[in-house]
């Protein structure tokens, strides 16, 4: 539970956030009136639509207690500006702004914790700009890896799944496929994206290619003996950022496991309804987006007040959760992984015994 400062921010935030989106704007203007002549309907449009997300996301920092998720949020979109030959400075008078609304809307101490998540932010700002790294030229599976990506990203679809399915037939470890060429391409293709080396609607063709050759994989996967456990695996409802989990639930159907895997786009309410019915031993959650953090910690205080599923251990993901670690605690999970490898690694640990889960395998393949 937030303490009564956040949640005063927060309410303010839930209750009347298009009202406060354009107090920033108006306030905004003022201070740079240079910028009026390109806020047209549609220009202002956008700007609300930024800020709505700014405020949104800067909510989610408080409810989890962590200034670092606003900080962080604020050093992607900048990195993304830069890309794209937009202002940084604008985003800093906008996060300027968005203090001067609140603090005239909240009580002074509220006003007083929501200027420090908006100036950790701005100090953010003026770190260098990097991106995310790119995906390493070494290690194992590197030369596979490299020529999947790219042929995805030459829209050669039939070679990318060639490419796999020779390796498989070669040897190749399944497991390793999944982590070092299918996770190690969606990180690249993420990266490229941010950093505007390729376009959204190439983005997501390189998603859907892998999708449909994981698909064409399943025979390879579902070959395990049962050791009659069962899971449930699902996004946050919101979330629409569906692979990792996919491929984390595939690793435990690998270990035997009997998996529901539901996907993105699912209610809470009809996630608890499929624990219950299949009265599943675990729950794996996926986050990422910051965004969907409080959706999150909403399913799993369900699960936990559900007769039927309240015993099932929960264990969170995503890339939200890699940056701050121990998140999980907050969320009310019984533990987080980084990947599939340490998510399987982190549940045998728990079902061997051990009162919680252990944090394993942070280090990306």
């Known amino acids: 539970m937030p303490d009564p400062d956040a949640r005063e921010v927060i309410h303010l935030i839930n209750v009347d956030a298009p009202n406060l989106a354009d107090a920033v704007g108006e306030a905004y203007l003022v201070q740079r009136p240079q910028d009026a002549r390109e806020r047209n309907a549609a220009a202002r449009q956008n700007y ?24 962080h949020q604020v050093g992607w979109e900048r990195t993304w500006r830069q890309k794209r030959n937009l202002s940084t400075e604008s985003l800093e008078a906008n996060l ?13 101490s509220a006003g007083i914790l929501c200027r420090s998540y908006i100036e950790a932010a701005l100090t953010r700002l003026h770190y260098p700009s990097k991106g995310g790294p790119a995906v390493a030229n070494s290690g194992p599976l590197s030369q596979l890896r ?18 796999i399915m020779r390796a498989l037939d070669a040897g190749a470890d399944i497991r390793g496929i999944y982590l ?27 998603t859907a290619v892998t999708q449909s050759i994981i698909s064409r994989l ?6 395990a003996e049962p050791n009659g456990r069962r899971l449930v695996a699902t996004c946050a409802d919101g979330e629409q950022h569906e692979i990792g989990i996919r491929m984390v639930s595939d690793f435990f159907e690998m270990e035997g496991w009997d998996t529901c895997y539901l996907g993105a786009g699912t209610p809470a309410r009809n996630v608890v309804r499929a624990l219950d ?14 965004l969907n953090l409080s959706k999150a910690q909403h399913l799993i205080g369900l699960i936990r007040g559900s007769n039927a599923s309240a015993g099932a251990k929960v264990l969170v993901g995503g890339y939200t959760c ?21 998510a399987v690694a982190a549940v045998r640990s728990l079902f061997e015994g051990h009162s919680a889960i252990r944090r394993v395998a942070d280090q990306a393949p």
């Open 48 to 71: 609300v639509h930024d800020t709505l997300g700014q405020l949104r996301f800067l909510s989610e920092a408080l409810a989890m207690g962590q200034p670092i998720l606003f900080a």
């Open 96 to 108: 300027l702004c968005i203090i001067a609304a609140i603090e005239r809307r909240v009580s002074p």
């Open 146 to 163: 490299k020529m999947y990506l790219d042929a995805l990203l030459r829209a050669a679809r039939g070679e990318a799944a060639s490419i």
């Open 180 to 206: 070092r060429v299918f996770q190690a391409a969606q990180y690249e293709v993420g990266r490229l994206w941010h950093m505007n080396e390729i376009n959204i609607a190439q983005a997501h063709y390189c």
């Open 218 to 223: 399943y025979p390879r996967v579902f070959a």
């Open 277 to 290: 019915e299949k009265r599943a031993d675990l729950v794996l959650v996926s986050v990422t987006m910051a």
């Open 322 to 342: 890699n940056i701050v670690p121990d998140l999980w605690k907050k969320m009310g999970a019984d533990g987080y992984a980084r990947d599939a490898d340490a």
